[in-house]
């Protein structure tokens, strides 16, 4: 009996502090998906990842054995913010820009479309682009144009963003995620896990990935995460 527990004890001290921070009974583990540089902005387009790092290198990330391996594609200065939307990359810009770039074509160039002000993060959902800023999360079409954004509420100390299913997943500055309908009538942020010290967030079906302070990608389902109707 007591190997056992020495065992389990050993166990707990092995994972990684990120992803037992703040743990609630209810709370489901990141787990480590690989290696990156530091995160600025975190996307996902068509099944991989991409992400602009601190050194302005836009990288795709693809699966192997398990973990995020990343190649550089390109450069994509003063980037905050990612998100894959209508078979392009659509970014936020630290100029307030919103830019497109279609990564299928061959050398193709970053095109401004838009306005994206004081962009927090940017995420895709249901063929709609939404962002936070200002303390509002607001939603447009993905069109190539310099169209307004619809105010659809307001969320506070939002730190990233992401979409998954039919849900709006969102970290914040109090560590922990919350998780939203943002077509329900009267929806609410829901909280459904933690998320330590997130800088960017992104998904793929329903794996949630998410960039802390540091080098390490970390995932978990998003699926798990949504409330049960009573």
């Known amino acids: 009996m007591k190997i056992k527990w020495m065992t389990l004890a050993l166990a707990i001290c092995l994972v990684p502090a990120w992803a037992m921070a ?16 530091y995160i600025e ?3 996902s387009l068509d099944g991989n990842l991409y992400c602009v790092t601190d050194d302005w290198k836009l990288s795709r990330g693809k699966s192997a054995d398990g973990k995020i391996e990343w190649k550089e594609i390109g ?9 894959g939307c209508a078979g392009k990359l659509w970014c936020a810009t630290d100029d307030n820009d919103l ?3 279609d990564v299928a074509k061959k050398d193709a160039k970053w095109k401004s479309v838009g306005h994206a002000n004081n962009v927090i993060d940017m995420a895709s959902l249901g063929g709609k682009l939404y962002c936070v800023s200002d303390d509002i999360l607001w939603e447009r079409d993905p069109k190539e144009e310099d169209i307004e954004w619809t105010n659809i509420g307001e969320v506070y100390d939002v730190v990233a963003l992401a979409g998954a299913g039919k849900m709006l997943f969102c970290a914040k ?33 329903d794996k949630l990935y998410c960039s802390p ?13 949504v409330p049960k109707k009573k």
């Open 173 to 205: 500055g109090d560590n922990d995620l919350y998780v939203l309908d943002p077509k329900a009538e009267e929806s609410k942020w829901v909280r459904v896990g933690h998320a330590l010290n997130v800088r960017a967030m992104t998904a793929i079906g």
């Open 75 to 83: 450069k994509r200065e003063d980037a905050v913010a990612l998100a």
């Open 22 to 37: 703040d743990v609630e009974d209810d709370d489901i583990h990141w787990e480590e998906a690989g290696e990156t540089g």
């Open 213 to 225: 302070e540091g080098d390490t990608l970390w995932v978990r389902t998003a699926e798990k995460a």
């Open 99 to 101: 830019l497109v770039l």
């Open 41 to 43: 902005a975190l996307g």
